[in-house]
Structure formats: structure tokens, C-alpha cells
């Protein structure tokens, strides 16, 4: 279910910010600002329903400052790097390439894994994983000729996108391994990645020389404040795919959006799918059965 919810919410924030870069001029950073402000009310809410009741509350709130409260600073800092460069890897990029490029974190995400949480893959789940970079790849070709948007880069776009996903990697794995921690409060850990992000976006416009000022609801339309609530789900999505699964899990939401993200293009458009893109559909879908399949017990 979790996997299903993060496909479904990254398939259509990425169609939607690809169709609003398009269509109007708006902050990115002023996004990124109030999809952090509506994490924390969102926050609250979730203790309340899913982590102990209304008296939970106040103790989690105390607990962000409290419990090691500077041990996310770094990977929120990278978070929030990631945030913008989404934006700008989506103005020059279409979603189906943004999607396929930001793959380029598997393989560092698993031997990250190896690395920091002792996590030992099996020959099926490598087999997996080739299987998924192979068949985005192949997805990618079939949309080469449509990859780029009215006016993009196509290189820059490239850019931001492959160091979105460097920057997503580590931090990732930092932060499954402090979730999966004996005894951490993962309502704890949320809601004091959230504070830092949202104190980072804070920091970087004061760097700026506007501080504030720079929030700006100019260009947003009711397509964009989506985009806003769409992303603030990630505050709750994410930690319960990382907690409860793996970050390799959490990484096949990906290559399974851009799956659905050109099925839905092809339904609108009345065109059929490039056989190279059946080809890769196919690669992905069954990456994703032997990733997952169990060891036979001897």
C-alpha cells in the first residue's frame, strides 16, 4: 500500500509541475517553503491518529528539541538542496526523463545499504536491479524524441537531475538507518526533519539577500497550491516506506510512475506505446517480482 501511495503521489506531482513550469512563472523556493509549513499541522495529525492519540502531541514536540536534535541537519540540508533542484530539473526536463534519470541513485543507494546498515543483497535482487537500470534506460530512449520541454536544456536539465538523485542517496540511507534504530520515535524524527528543512529554505533566502521577502505567491494558480500538498505527503509517506521497507523499496516508486506516467500520456495522446517502451515496462515490472521474491527455505 505504501508503495502504491508513493507512486500514485510521485507520478502526479511530476506531470503537474512539468505542466505548471510550463504554463506560468512561479517561486520554487516559495513552494518548497509552504509544503514545509503544511508538513507540521499534517504532522500533528498523524500522531494524533496513528501514534498514541491528542497526548502524544505535546511529548513529540518536545522530544524535536530534545532527542539528539541536531542529528538531521546534514541530510536535511541535502533534502533541501534535492527540493529545488527538482524544480529546475523539471523546467528543461519532460517528467518521463526526469523519472528515468533519477535512477542514477540505485546502485549508489545499494551499496550505501552495504555499507552503512550491513544490508547484504542476494544474486536475485542485483539481477533486480540491473533489470530496473536497464529498462528505465530503455524507457528513456523511447522518449528521447519528446524528452525535453519547449525551451528546456536538455544537458542542464540532465545535470540537475543526476545531482538531485546524488544528493538523495546517502541522506536516504542515513535516515532508514536512524529510523530503524531500537527505540526511535519515528514521529520524533519526522517532525524534526521537517523543522530543519523548513529553517534551511529560511536560511538560503536570507543568503540571498531577500530573507522573507522572497516568498511570493506570483504565478500560483490552484494547480501549483496541489503541487504544494501533494509534496508536504512526503513527511509521512517517506519515513513509512524507509521504516517499514527499504530504501531500494522506496526507490522503485520511481521507475513504476514512469511506467504509469507514459501509459496515462499515451491514453490522452491516442498513441500507442514505442516497443522499446513495452520492452522497458516489462524489464521494470519484473524487476520489481524478483527484487521481491523469497529465498526458498532449505
Not at 505535546?58 to 541536531?70: E, S, Y
Not at 524489464?283 to 529465498?295: A, C, D, E, I, Q
Request: net charge positive; glycine share 8%; proline share 4%.
Amino acid at each position: 500500500l505504501l508503495l502504491i501511495a508513493l507512486i500514485l503521489q510521485k507520478c502526479v506531482t511530476d506531470v503537474l509541475t512539468n505542466y505548471s513550469r510550463r504554463q506560468t512563472t512561479y517561486s520554487a523556493t516559495s513552494v518548497a517553503l509552504l509544503s514545509e509549513v503544511v508538513k507540521f499541522p499534517l504532522l500533528i495529525v498523524a500522531v494524533m491518529a496513528f501514534g498514541g492519540g491528542a497526548k502524544r502531541v505535546k511529548p513529540t514536540i518536545r522530544g524535536t528539541f530534545t532527542q539528539q536534535p541536531f542529528s538531521l541537519v546534514w541530510v536535511s540540508l541535502c533534502y533541501s538542496v534535492q527540493n529545488v533542484l527538482y524544480f529546475l530539473a523539471l523546467s528543461h526536463l519532460s517528467p518521463e526523463s526526469y523519472q528515468v534519470l533519477s535512477q542514477s541513485k540505485l546502485l549508489f543507494t545499494a551499496c550505501l545499504m552495504m555499507g552503512m546498515l550491513g544490508t547484504r543483497l542476494r544474486a536475485l535482487q542485483w539481477a533486480a536491479l540491473a533489470m530496473l537500470l536497464g529498462g528505465s534506460l530503455l524507457v528513456q530512449l523511447s522518449e528521447a524524441s519528446r524528452a525535453v520541454v519547449a525551451g528546456g536544456n536538455a544537458y542542464l536539465g540532465g545535470l540537475w537531475a543526476i545531482l538531485g538523485s546524488l544528493l538523495g542517496a546517502l541522506p536516504n540511507v542515513y535516515y532508514e538507518k536512524l529510523l530503524k534504530a531500537k527505540g526511535t520515535d519515528e514521529w520524533v524524527r519526522n517532525m524534526q526533519m521537517t523543522f530543519w528543512i523548513f529553517l534551511w529554505i529560511i536560511f538560503s533566502m536570507g543568503f540571498e539577500g531577500k530573507g522573507l521577502k522572497a516568498l511570493s505567491f506570483a504565478g500560483f494558480t490552484p494547480i501549483v497550491w496541489i503541487i504544494v500538498s501533494l509534496k508536504s505527503l512526503n513527511c509521512l509517506l517517506i519515513p513509512a516506506t524507509l521504516k517499514y521497507a527499504d530504501n531500494i523499496l522506496y526507490s522503485y516508486a520511481k521507475p513504476t510512475s514512469i511506467v504509469l506516467t507514459c501509459i496515462l500520456s499515451s491514453v490522452v495522446s491516442g498513441s500507442l506505446p514505442a516497443p522499446r517502451f513495452l520492452a522497458g515496462m516489462a524489464l521494470v515490472l519484473g524487476s520489481m517480482t524478483l527484487y521481491n521474491r523469497k529465498p526458498k527455505e532449505a
